[in-house]
């Protein structure tokens, strides 16, 4: 079966814009975790959706945000960029979370 | 507090030879505990996890880990690495119960592999 599918893999967005990602889970798994990766801060989480509804999130300022469609599918916005928003994003799909899940190849975002 | 800590940032083993990568961790309840691998550029593919029972879990490529409770770690051991093992490898916590879904990783041990 497919795997964890992220569009774009690579961005690149000037301070000031916003953008969006996309995360589309292994079919059936309907919890969706977004990580940000960096050098300095390594995997950070930033928030977790099942059914649609944000069940869990982590410390990121409110210009991060994301949302789940009902068939799981997944988009996180970041809006006003800033430079250290620069990072891999990665988003990982479950069955019910907690217990394992399946990464995708993230997002390459670069702010200039 | 939770966290993980991952007391080697690089590692470099000849090829063939044995590895063992550290992971210890401090949780408020049992933990389920993850390795995960990702290659330059890639995402992270899990290794292993072990949530409860036998203590030596087993994994794909090759790759065991062993938790131990009294030590609060959970390492990763290959017995014989292969240039493809050259990568960064994440230990990660989590909770143990699906509605809290956060995950924390370690900050990763980087391996290299010597020909």
């Known amino acids: 079966k497919a795997g964890v599918t992220q569009t774009p893999r690579y961005l690149i967005k000037t301070r000031g814009q916003q953008v969006t990602l996309s995360c589309s889970p292994i079919s059936g798994h309907r919890s969706v975790s977004w990580y940000q990766q960096t050098p300095g801060q390594g995997l950070q989480f930033l928030f977790e959706?099942?059914?649609?509804?944000?069940?869990n999130k982590g410390n990121f300022p409110g210009r991060f945000s994301g949302r789940q469609f009902s068939n799981s599918r997944s988009e996180m916005n970041v809006s006003t960029l800033e430079l250290g928003d620069s990072a891999l994003y990665l988003c990982?799909?479950?069955?019910?979370?907690?217990?394992?899940?399946?990464f995708g190849s993230g997002t390459r975002l670069t702010v200039v | 507090a939770q966290s993980v800590t991952q007391p080697d940032i690089h590692i470099t083993v000849s090829e063939g030879a044995s590895l063992e990568l550290r992971c210890n961790y401090s949780?408020?309840?049992?933990?389920?505990l993850f390795w995960y691998v990702q290659s330059p550029g890639q995402g992270l593919q899990l290794l292993l996890k072990?949530?409860?029972?036998?203590?030596l879990v087993q994994g794909i490529k090759g790759f065991e880990a062993e938790f131990k409770r009294s030590q609060s770690s959970f390492n990763l051991r290959k017995p014989s690495v292969h240039w493809s093992d050259a990568a960064e490898y994440f230990c990660?916590?989590?909770?143990?119960?699906?509605?809290?879904?956060?995950?924390?990783f370690g900050s990763g041990t980087r391996l290299s592999i010597r020909p």
């Open positions: 990982a799909s479950s069955l019910e979370g907690g217990n394992g899940y399946t």
């Open positions: 072990y949530f409860s029972g036998d203590t």
């Open positions: 990660a916590v989590g909770p143990g119960y699906s509605s809290a879904s956060k995950i924390i």
């Open positions: 949780y408020g309840a049992t933990p389920y």
């Open positions: 959706y099942f059914s649609e509804t944000q069940r």
